[in-house]
Nanobody, 123 residues
Framework: QVQLVESGGGLVQAGDSLRLSCAVSGGSFSIYVMGWFRQAPGKEREFLAGMTLNGRSTYHADSMQGRFTISRDNAKNTLYLQMNSLKPEDTAVYYC????????????????WGQGTQVTVSS
């Protein structure tokens, strides 16, 4: 079973930056695409970015306006989300996800999910 563990969340002020990490273990060889999502209380889950583990394809949702960047370090089996110029509306639980299907590069129903990490941005 693929296991994903997010870390790096916390409390920051508007304009600050954070880098979220997602450690991958247990059958990671079967993963082709990974992505980042977020969900605020009472809101629908929102897709942020996705990439293939070979690094050849990357997609960022237009709503991020260049503030968020997805990357990976395969040697460490870790996926990252760099978040800059954070705003109070970015407050949410952030999840990493993984899937075997290339069609998930731009979001969708991923098969594997982490437990999430809380990001809180104060004004």
């Amino acid at each position: 079973q693929v296991q994903l563990v997010e870390s790096g969340g916390g409390l920051v002020q508007a304009g600050d930056s954070l880098r979220l990490s997602c450690a991958v273990s247990g059958g990671s060889f079967s993963i082709y695409v990974m992505g980042w999502f977020r969900q605020a209380p009472g809101k629908e889950r929102e897709f942020l970015a996705g990439m293939t583990l070979n690094g050849r394809s990357t997609y960022h949702a237009d709503s991020m306006q260049g503030r968020f960047t997805i990357s990976r370090d395969n040697a460490k089996n870790t996926l990252y989300l760099q978040m800059n110029s954070l705003k109070p509306e970015d407050t949410a639980v952030y999840y990493c996800a993984a899937d075997r299907r290339i069609s998930r590069l731009r979001g969708g129903s991923y098969d594997y999910w982490g437990q999430g990490t809380q990001v809180t941005v104060s004004s």
